[in-house]
């Protein structure tokens, strides 16, 4: 039985993404090539809700040793996470900024950065910002139940992981004490010395206490030789993963808090990781492991739940889709990359210089305005953002069809053998998919947090308010008109100034902040004139409207304002509704399945259900889980089987229907008979009277044939004469 529920609460995942199908088209940009226009264009930008970006300059801003601030703020302790708005000021110069606060201003670098997204959005250029090279890893959702032993062979120096069992195991206080090492010989087996937990607190047991150490021992086959599972070099990648999760242990010093492994995520537990000392240079090295039979691959690890290396990284997985990792060739070059410009960032190679470059908004407000009270907003608390790693697949990543639970590396289908540990089929997939380039839904409001408890670890802000102008300038230097036109478009979405659609500012985006509209973009053209002096002259451009794709309708459907509702939202407890939402469907623990997945920017539905606990539906939105059964056969064979109630519409339920509904459609047409193509079997029969040597495909042919006439010659009336002439050689093809 389930022990949860959906709810009628529902909420709009704070962002969804715009497709990257289309591969990146890159072209060769130099100098020479650029285009005849520059000047600059003079922009608007109306805030439509607050905005916030932080003045650095002062980490306390509103804290309680402020006297000018107004009793609530100085009643929170710790106030040390609180910012004012961006201003040229250095607070910590001044003291009266609370009730007299300075200019606010829109630093150019805010501005450059959304409307590259936008305008990589809208040409499909690369993501630029998704320059991530590090190792993507998560929590296995399965622990590993197979043991082995790892040797090293010296004749071929390569690696040699034998198969093993899990002779003890000493958890708890039970391990406690004791000193053995990785790879030492202990009751006739190996040793594995695993996670070392400081649980900061004194007990009997003294300070550390030693869990989860393990004994290994070699599993022999019949004739009493150690059975091999797989052999690898020290540069294969099976060896290198190990070695990454080996390492994602050691990133730790004191005091630093850590997650992984048994960590705890109360800060309040300063729980540490032993790190696995010396866990490679055992010359046995015994490890927990899984074997991706489908696409073959194996993944070990010094713990049953362990963190889990990708094979791929973002930037890897970017690079492979449609090429839309960042630029690196200077000369080979996306059309955002042309204009904006590229870093080169290894030796060697060349940079590219940005053709824009974006100056400061400033209020427009009267010349010598120094009160700037009205442009503020309240000094208020920022929700805590529970921003989710791209590892979060269920977000992140296109739907696998026919897979309950799927990763960057692989996919999992389940078969409920009614064990405990219901089979698993694991998919090793040939390229990921990630859904795209990353944009904020719009909110009406921006969301306030009244609650004042762990204000330690929340941002208390002051932003600028909505309804507010801002003007800025941004210079363009060598433009073609496409170029112009197109950023005139990415900038107004070739819309007035009241048109429905808004980009994103700044910090607080997935809880309302920082939609703005740029409601004015006029073209001043800078020239020489024939006395080689400057002389700006008006432009007379209009925005150029991008070619129609499915991205572009996400994009304008993900940053369409007249559409922006306060129910876009994280999930009122995100880490428990991520947990609920692949352990739904658990009686048992550690089978994880996706119920629900993230609509995508033009899905009808885009919401998610929130859950509770209790038993009862807990519906899903996987399009794909149906579609499953007519993937590949099956392994093992599921049995039909009576369901809890709580089970009603689950995706596995689904699965099943599907399957058997597949079975009986194939017995169905099982029972149809086969029609044969006459040219076919003619040529089959020529060559078998021949005596010449049949081919597999024909001699089946054969043998089928001679079975169907047999079994309604009726039917089959019209090859009468092929099956006569087959004469005495039929007898041969029926033993076949
Ligand atoms: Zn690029």
Redesign the pocket.
Known sequence: MSKYRITERRFIYPFNFVSIDEP?A?SKVLPEDYGELSGKISCELKTLTPLFIPNTTKKGAFGNKNDSAPAFVQAVEEPTNSYDFFSYEDLTKRDDYFRNPARPIIPGSSLRGAIRSAY?AVVN????SCDDENTLYRRTVVPRKHCGIIEKDPATQERVLYKASLSRRYVGADGAGRTNKTGEAVDGGVYLRGENIWNGKSSSLGKTTKINDAVMKYVYDSKEEKIEVARFKEDGKEWENLVEVWRLYQHRGKGEKIRGVNQHDDPAKTNYHGGYKGYLDADLVPVYYTRIIKGNALYMSPAAITKEVFSRTLKQMLKEQGDHA??TDSKE??????LFG?VGEESGVESCASRLMFRDAVPIAPDGNTAWNDWYGTVRTLPILSSPKVTATELYQEEVLGAEYYNYDYSVKYYDDGTYEPEHVRTLLDKPNLRGRKFYWHRKSAKLDNTSAYASQRTRIRPVDSDRIFKFELYFDRLSEPELKSLLWVLTFGEDRNGPHAHKLGHGKPVGYGSVRITKADVTLIKLDDSLSLIEEKGEYKPQPPAETEALREYLAITDFSKATDEVNYPSDALSWFKINKEIRLNRSFKPSYNYILPKALDEDRYLPEYEAGDGDIGGNRKGAIEAASGPEPEPEPEPEEEPKAFGTSIRDRIKAAEAEKKAREERSAVKKKDYNKKKLEQACGIALAKSILGNEKKNLLCNFIKDYESDPEYYKSLKHLYEKLGSQKDDFRKK
């Open positions: 990146v890159r990589e250029g690369c993501l630029s960042p630029c070059l996306c059309p955002a990359c042309a590229m």
